[in-house]
Structures are given as C-alpha cells and as structure tokens.
T-cell receptor, first 117, second 112 residues
Framework: DSGVTQTPKHLITATGQRVTLRCSPRSGDLSVYWYQQSLDQGLQFLIQYYNGEERAKGNILERFSAQQFPDLHSELNLSSLELGDSALYFC????????????????FGNGTRLTVT | DQQVKQNSPSLSVQEGRISILNCDYTNSMFDYFLWYKKYPAEGPTFLISISSIKDKNEDGRFTVFLNKSAKHLSLHIVPSQPGDSAVYFCAASEKGDDKLIFGTGTRLQVFP
C-alpha cells in the first residue's frame, strides 16, 4: 500500500460531461502530481502542486484543471469530455519540496479508470 | 518528443536467468533516474533509482546501470522470478525539478 488514495476507482460517463477525480496523498507529503496513461502509452505528466500552489504544468489540456486544498488532498477536474480522454489517471505524492533539491521517489495511487462513451 | 524511450515493449525470460531492461534518454539535463514496476490494476511502485553522479546502484536482485555518455540506463534482475512479471517503467527528472518523465514501459514475463 503506497498510502496514496484515489477515488473513484472507475468512472464511466458520456461525452461532453464533467468529472472530478480525487486524491489523498501520503501522510506528510506536500507534493501531488497527476499523470495520464492512455492505452499502450507511458505515463504523461499533467500537473504538479506543492503545498497548495501549482508548481509545474505538463501536457494538460485547457479543459482540464486541478487544485490542491489546505488539507493537501487534490482534485483533477475534466470537462467537455471526449472519447480520447478515456484513460487511467494516476495521482502521486512525494516528500519533495517541489524545487528538485531533494531526490524523492513518487508514490502512486492505484489510479482512476475513466471511460468516456 | 519522447525524452525517455523504452524500445522493447516486451521481454520474456526463464526463471532463474537474468532479465535486462533497457532505457534511452535524450535530455542531457536529466540527473536522477528511476525504475518503477507496475502490476495490473495497481499504480506504479518505486523499485530502484540512480543519481547521475553514479554509474551503478544495487539493491538485492536489482541493479541499475547508467551510461551518461550513451544516455542509456539498464535494469538487471538476477535471478528472475515469476513474481517479477510486470510492466517496468523507466523515469527521469531534471536537476531542479521534481516531476518525473516516464518511458512507455516494457512488459516482462518470467516463465518457469
């Protein structure tokens, strides 16, 4: 058990809809990362938060947004969903400071499988 | 542009033999490299890492080798066990950055 909790495990929704994925990081970890894994693809970095503030942005679509709350849990909001958004969405946390000054492995949750029909 | 590449989608190895998984990268700013293992229906789990100041790191049956001049790293598993059957991801981060850039993974199957 990595200590990172993601809910829900599965989500099935229709095109055009909006969904929210939730992540609780490991106790004590201030950094949260979101990754997307499409079929037969590697994990694509979406966005990173550190202690409530956005730290880095990757290939995140404008239809997607995220935030990290004062209790450090994070939510990833996906809107105007398209068939191509069907993927596994992983959240990870680390003890890193967000500045790269401490090499800390990321610890991943078990992911949310999103299916857009 | 894929900065971290794992060119072998799959590898099949007999139990007890060595498994060698390879990874190439293009970004010379990467200074920290990791391997993750992923079982179905689970998230990736950290396996082993190496800093760019080293060329080898060992942890039990797992050894990672880094060749900076060739921008290549490899993971050796000796001896391979059926429980090692999983997808292995190579990942890297730049100096001054915490986020990881992942390869596309190699599916390892260890058969009896």
């Amino acid at each position: 058990d990595s200590g990172v909790t993601q809910t829900p495990k599965h989500l099935i929704t229709a095109t055009g809809q909006r969904v929210t994925l939730r992540c609780s990081p490991r106790s004590g970890d201030l950094s949260v990362y979101w990754y997307q894994q499409s079929l037969d693809q590697g994990l694509q970095f979406l966005i990173q938060y550190y202690n409530g503030e956005e730290r880095a942005k990757g290939n995140i679509l404008e239809r997607f947004s995220a935030q990290q709350f004062p209790d450090l849990h994070s939510e990833l909001n996906l809107s105007s969903l398209e068939l191509g958004d069907s993927a596994l969405y992983f959240c990870a946390s680390s003890a890193g400071t967000g500045s790269g000054s401490y090499n800390s492995p990321l610890h991943f949750g078990n992911g949310t499988r999103l299916t857009v029909t | 542009d894929q900065q971290v590449k794992q060119n072998s989608p799959s590898l099949s190895v007999q139990e007890g033999r060595i498994s060698i998984l390879n990874c190439d990268y293009t970004n010379s700013m990467f200074d920290y490299f990791l391997w993750y293992k992923k079982y179905p229906a689970e998230g990736p789990t950290f396996l082993i890492s190496i800093s760019s100041i080293k060329d080898k790191n060992e942890d039990g049956r797992f050894t990672v080798f880094l060749n900076k001049s060739a921008k290549h790293l490899s993971l050796h598993i000796v001896p391979s066990q059926p429980g090692d059957s999983a997808v292995y991801f190579c990942a890297a981060s730049e100096k001054g950055d915490d986020k990881l850039i992942f390869g596309t993974g190699t599916r390892l199957q260890v058969f009896p």
